[in-house]
């Protein structure tokens, strides 16, 4: 734990006292709203030592606490050891929400401090409603964390490239048109977007501002007439690429500018924006005088299904990225064998090589998660020189990886053997693979959501009184995000929006079993929807397997596999060799034949 956490803390608080603050609400976000954050926005992280990518802290006067979920409890329970914050367990019997805490000590008069660049303006609503049921007051102009972080990291200053028409699909222009075609139907004449997804994914445009995420800081104004500004900062673009986008309508301004922009909207002008991915901040830019359309960004729902010829190119990043893996995976294998030192770290180096030889690798999509035994148990685990484990040939290692490339984004968990296994371990492992292929040869109804599907990953395993505590399945971008909405496969949320699956929508598909100081278990492939056929009923939807890397069976208990369940582990490896064998040889391809031969019997 970093030595200066607690003197942070303490001019945290002192500045709460000059301002007359008696609570100070630190969310893990960005202008943006983004998942994963640029180093200028990590004041949650800088403030507590907790550097998962999800957590909120509250501080008041007497107390310091961080709200986050099951993936980060064990990390987060290290990495807070003697800094003054506490750890509240969202979502965990007796532990209510932070707002709810906070909302029971509040008095008449206090006041309630959050960084309008760090707050949606949905949740500043919602602050609000709550803290004045109490007589408090939510102050959105008050920065208290950056007012005492000195040495602050400054904005990234990354260039900004084209994404190359050849994989890119749509046009600008046609996209543009899409959304303008939207925005009249809600009657709107303007549309500002600050989600940096949807951004690049309309413009066309790629960066590295957001460590693996292929993605630049930006916000955008799109007229239902005429062109559109970018408000990204023109020194992030070279001189043919400004032109470019000038030919298109598309103008660079400073990225400070938006709120000036706002501020300029026609009185009889309507603006539309998502209130759950505008901050406050940019919000309280836009004049009275607007009306406002809030809805979700058309563009959201446009990126998540991906076009044909999008597929064509993930379905080739997929054999790339399984080739790649397979390499790596052999290597890791060969080297314990030969009784070679290896560690965590020496896995996401290996993984890493692998797929940076890969034709059209761009870098990671996230962190390489490589646990060992009992590491593999933490679901967003992260080996650093600092704390990993050395491999040994036993057990478990869980490989949660992914990639970016032109042609699409990729994210695979895969369970390792690395000599004799428990009959624990391959017990766990049977009874989630047995989820994962449940969802996997799942037919639907058109219109079925995630959360109605979700049981079906989950059943095998609270059969046996198991289950995990997060979702079963997150979209994915094409050269985005790995992360991406508005689908997802999870439970029920109270008052959740229930987002029908397409067809061309990708997926991931990833039950998982944690036992704490033991091990954990996670199987992990990409699906796209796709139409499966039309009965009296109505259309039916499935699921196609994308990813392309064989199981390692040895970790299974094959005899907890109905017949069913078996012939499809070995239809998917049939279809895996078939992939990647010409794109391997050598040690590679024989690893490759081994680990896809039929099971027989």
């Not at 084209?162 to 996209?175: F, I, L, M």
């Not at 990225?321 to 995976?329: C, H, N, Q, T």
């Given at each position: 734990m970093n030595a200066t956490v607690p003197a942070r803390l303490a001019a945290l608080r002192h500045a709460m006292q000059q301002h007359g603050v008696a609570a100070c609400i630190v969310p893990s976000a960005d202008p943006h709203l983004s998942e994963y954050l640029p180093g200028h926005w990590q004041a949650r992280a800088w403030l507590s030592g907790f550097d998962g990518s999800a957590g909120t802290l509250v501080v008041t006067a007497q107390h310091a606490g961080l709200w986050t979920d099951s993936r980060y409890f064990s990390q987060a329970e290290k990495q807070l050891d003697g800094s003054g914050f506490a750890l509240m367990k969202l979502r965990v019997p007796h532990t209510p929400e932070h707002l709810l805490w906070l909302a029971e000590r509040l008095h008449d008069g206090d006041v309630v401090a959050v960084a309008g660049d760090s707050l949606p303006l949905s949740a500043q609503r919602q602050m609000e409603a709550v803290f004045g049921e109490r007589g408090a007051r939510l102050r959105t102009d008050l920065d208290l964390p950056g007012a005492i972080w000195t040495d602050r990291p400054a904005l990234p200053r990354a260039p900004?490239?084209?994404?190359?028409?050849?994989?890119?699909?749509?046009?600008?222009?046609?996209?543009?048109?899409?959304?303008?075609?939207?925005?009249?139907?809600?009657?709107?004449?303007?549309?500002?977007?600050?989600?940096?997804?949807?951004?690049?994914?309309?413009?066309n445009l790629r960066g590295s501002d957001v460590e693996c995420n292929p993605v630049f800081l930006a916000h955008l104004l799109v007229p239902a007439e005429g062109g559109a500004t970018l408000f990204a900062g023109r020194g992030k673009f070279d001189d043919a690429l400004v032109a470019r986008l000038a030919a298109d309508g598309i103008a660079v301004a400073d990225y400070a500018a938006t709120s000036d922009a706002l501020a300029d909207l026609p009185a009889d002008g309507a603006l539309l924006y998502d209130p759950?991915?505008?901050?406050?901040?940019?919000?309280?830019?836009?004049?009275?005088?607007?009306?406002?359309?809030?809805?979700?960004?058309?563009?959201?729902?446009?990126?998540?299904?991906?076009?044909?010829?999008?597929?064509?190119?993930?379905?080739?990043?997929?054999?790339?990225?399984?080739?790649?893996?397979?390499?790596?995976?052999?290597?890791?294998?060969?080297?314990?064998?030969?009784?070679?030192?290896?560690?965590?770290?020496?896995?996401?180096?290996?993984?890493?090589?692998?797929?940076?030889?890969?034709?059209?690798?761009?870098?990671?999509?996230?962190?390489?998660?490589?646990?060992?035994?009992?590491?593999?148990?933490?679901?967003?685990?992260?080996?650093?020189?600092?704390?990993?484990?050395?491999?040994?040939?036993?057990?478990?290692?869980?490989?949660?990886?992914?990639?970016?490339?032109?042609?699409?984004?990729?994210?695979?968990?895969?369970?390792?053997?690395?000599?004799?296994?428990?009959?624990?371990?391959?017990?766990?492992?049977?009874?989630v693979m047995k989820g994962m292929i449940a969802l996997s040869r799942a037919r639907f109804p058109k219109g079925a959501s995630g959360p109605q599907l979700d049981a079906l990953a989950r059943a095998p395993l609270w059969a046996a009184g198991c289950d995990y505590g997060h979702g079963t399945g997150h979209g994915v971008g094409y050269f985005l995000n790995v992360h991406e909405g508005p689908q997802s496969i999870r439970p029920p949320v109270a008052g959740g929006a229930l987002v029908a699956l397409e067809p061309g929508m990708v997926t991931s598909i990833e039950p998982g079993l944690y036992k704490p100081g033991r091990h954990g278990i996670r199987h992990e492939n990409l699906a796209v929807v796709v139409e499966a056929d039309r009965t009296e009923f109505g259309d039916f939807l499935a699921f196609e397997t994308l990813t392309l890397c064989p199981f390692d069976r040895r970790a299974l208990d094959l005899q907890l596999l109905g017949p069913d369940e078996r012939a499809w582990l070995d239809d998917y490896h049939a279809t895996v060799r078939a992939a990647l064998a010409p794109l391997l040889k050598g040690a590679d391809l024989a690893w490759l034949e081994r680990h896809c031969a039929p099971l027989g019997g």
């Open positions: 900004v490239t084209e994404h190359p028409p050849a994989y890119a699909g749509a046009t600008r222009a046609d996209k543009l048109a899409r959304l303008r075609a939207a925005m009249r139907r809600q009657g709107a004449s303007h549309h500002l977007l600050s989600s940096l997804d949807d951004i690049a994914w309309l413009t759950a991915r505008v901050v406050a901040a940019v919000a309280a830019a836009i004049p009275a005088r607007t009306k406002r359309v809030e809805a979700a960004n058309p563009s959201t729902a446009f990126k998540a299904v991906k076009s044909a010829d999008e597929l064509d190119h993930i379905r080739e990043v997929m054999r790339r990225d399984g080739a790649a893996l397979a390499g790596a995976f052999r290597e890791i294998e060969q080297q314990l064998a030969a009784g070679k030192p290896l560690t965590e770290l020496d896995v996401h180096r290996l993984v890493h090589a692998a797929r940076a030889a890969q034709p059209g690798f761009a870098g990671e999509s996230f962190a390489t998660i490589a646990g060992y035994q009992a590491n593999g148990a933490l679901p967003h685990y992260r080996a650093t020189q600092a704390s990993h484990s050395a491999l040994k040939a036993e057990g478990l290692l869980l490989v949660d990886s992914g990639g970016q490339y032109l042609g699409g984004t990729t994210d695979i968990t895969r369970v390792l053997a690395l000599g004799p296994t428990t009959a624990e371990q391959r017990r766990d492992a049977s009874l």
